[in-house]
């Protein structure tokens, strides 16, 4: 098991457990102030719990929302501090990262671009190959454009290393793709957590004339009605096939998150 | 360690690098007056100067140096990479006190040398802090004092004025009270108006009367007023009038003395910064690490 968290109450946090296998990757989701920077503290070893118990196991790397780094420190100085501090330093993957993402080697850190310091960041977390890997909003600071490469990259060394990866974001279009498991926080509590392909599973929407009931099995998550038309997003354990004139659909991802956290608003 | 050592001297390079030059210059200046000027009765401007010297170093090391040690990790939210590795806080925080106590008491023996008048006449109650190992002490104690505010307010300015009160407020107490007691007076009886005869160099402790039981009394009210109240005194009861001191030749053992007394009190507060750290920060990353 690469992380157990069992009851755990902290400030916004209330009562949540869950377990993520190991080399398993996580997407954490919620609204701001729904407590994922607490949780993923948490994980870090940062705060302790006021109840219940959270456990990682092996050594774990937490890379924060604002990649605090220190203003003197060039990139070069970044990785030997790396390599000073840690009982296992690969730095030729941390160059790499670095060259990688054309990130000045020589330039102090606080005359850096916000991508940039968040690339060191990613550099020295990734070069003291941890086990778990906890990153809050790790591409709050990116351009765009090189989001989807720097994924990509990120999933491609947690996948060769066989790493426990939790990222928090509230970017929901990100998701798609990324984690293969969902833990969702609303107001400090956890309100969705699986597999993500169990979770689509699990999960249908309703469309059909304006009614006040759903016409299938399942617990409504969110309705909308139109003046011409009502959806309903259900959880069922299995989706059944509903009669003419309402036609069912499967969620995506991103409409699975939104509804929840609509609901939980 | 070689690890934090790296790091120490890294991040504080140029603050150990300016200490250290604006310490030789200040320490050769003291050591020039010294040998240039011949001891006379009144203290020269040199001589405050040495004082200002010797009383300011280990406060302002506690405060340039400690209280911003901590402190400033928290204010750029750097403790987050700083504890976030394989070191512990605990061990983070003893390979910057290892380097930078080194330091610092490397520096305070230029700073011990000279007291800017005496010339080789050191031997003096007058210059009880012109010596290595007291300014050892002090600049220790003011290390510490810094690194525990540090630890505690987590806010650098805040922590720097807390350790200037602090060191202060411990030397005051210490020169003022605690100094002249390291070991129990030597007593000169005379009688009440006479000369007394002294041992030289002494520091005098306390002054004052004794009945004929050899009780300390005080100053009768009634004798105040009189210019010369030394009849008033004896028709009052006194017998004698004493004078308690500490000899010169006490002084290197009292010196040394002042470098335990500072240097456990900084023992004491850089444990107290330890505990801070620990209790604040764990479990550390590899604290949790489950056995297999």
């Not at chain 1, 006021?50 to 100085?77: C, E, I, N, W």
């Not at chain 1, 790499?96 to 850190?109: E, H, I, N």
């Not at chain 1, 999933?155 to 974001?169: K, P, Q, R, W």
């Not at chain 2, 003022?176 to 007691?181: C, N, Q, S, V, Y």
Request: net charge negative.
């Amino acid at each position: 098991m690469g992380i157990h968290v069992e009851g755990v109450s902290k400030w916004v946090l209330r009562d949540c457990s869950f377990e993520l296998p190991s080399g398993s990757v996580t997407a954490l989701v919620g609204a701001n102030g729904a407590g994922k920077t607490t949780l993923l503290s948490l994980l870090a070893g940062l705060l302790s719990a006021d109840s219940g118990q959270v456990r990682a196991d092996g050594r774990v790397a937490f890379v924060a929302q604002d990649k605090p780094l220190y203003k003197h420190f060039t990139a070069t100085d970044a990785l030997s501090f790396g390599k000073h501090t840690n009982k296992v330093w690969d730095q030729e993957r941390a160059v790499g990262w670095l060259s990688r993402f054309g990130v000045p080697l020589k330039r102090a850190s606080g005359r850096l671009s916000g991508g940039q310091r968040a690339h060191i960041s990613f550099a020295v977390a990734l070069g003291s190959r941890p086990d778990v890997l906890l990153l809050d909003e790790p591409l709050s600071e990116l351009d765009p454009l090189v989001r989807k490469e720097v994924t990509a990259a990120l999933l491609g060394f947690v996948a060769d290393e066989g790493t426990t990866l939790v990222l928090s974001t509230h970017v929901v279009s990100e998701l798609s793709g990324v984690a293969d498991r969902l833990l969702l926080l609303a107001q400090g509590e956890l309100l969705v957590s699986g597999e993500v392909d169990d979770l689509l599973g699990s999960h249908v929407s309703y469309v059909g004339p304006v009614s006040t009931a759903a016409p299938g099995p399942g617990d409504v998550v969110l309705a909308r009605h139109t003046a011409a038309q009502s959806q309903f997003l259900v959880r069922t354990p299995s989706p059944v096939s509903v009669a003419e004139p309402w036609v069912s659909r499967p969620v995506s991802l991103e409409d699975l998150v939104l509804a929840h956290l609509e609901v939980a608003e | 360690m070689r690890g934090l050592l790296w790091l120490t001297w890294r991040q504080h390079r140029w603050v150990l690098c300016s200490t250290a030059v604006v310490v030789l210059l200040a320490s050769w200046l003291l050591i020039e007056l010294d040998l240039a000027n011949t001891p006379g009765d009144a203290v020269p401007l040199s001589g405050f100067y040495a004082q200002l010297v010797q009383t300011a170093f280990g406060g302002l090391v506690g405060m340039f140096w400690g209280a911003p040690l901590v402190a400033r990790e928290f204010e750029e939210r750097t403790y987050l990479v700083a504890w976030g590795q394989d070191v512990s806080p605990e061990r983070w925080l003893a390979g910057k006190v290892a380097l930078l106590g080194l330091v610092a008491v490397l520096l305070a023996v230029p700073i011990g040398l000279g007291d800017g008048y005496r010339g080789h006449q050191d031997v003096s109650w007058d210059v009880f802090e012109v010596s290595p190992l007291v300014q050892a002490g002090y600049v220790l104690f003011g290390l510490a004092a810094g690194v525990l505010m540090s630890a505690l307010v987590r806010h650098t300015l805040t922590s720097m004025g807390l350790t200037l009160a602090l060191y202060v407020a411990v030397r005051m107490v210490m020169s003022l009270g605690a100094r002249d007691h390291y070991l129990p007076t030597e007593r000169v009886l005379s009688e009440v108006g006479e000369a007394r005869q002294l041992p030289e160099g002494v520091q005098i402790v306390e002054t004052g009367y004794l009945d004929g039981d050899g009780h300390v009394m005080g100053m009768p009210s009634e004798c105040t007023a009189f210019v010369n109240p030394q009849n008033c005194i004896r028709t009052h009861g006194g017998a004698h009038s004493f004078v308690d001191f500490q000899p010169i030749d006490r002084l290197p053992g009292f010196q040394v003395a002042e470098f335990f007394a500072f240097t456990a009190f900084a023992a004491g507060l850089f444990f107290l910064a330890f505990l801070r750290l620990r209790r604040g920060w764990r479990p550390s990353r590899s604290h949790r690490r489950i056995a297999a």
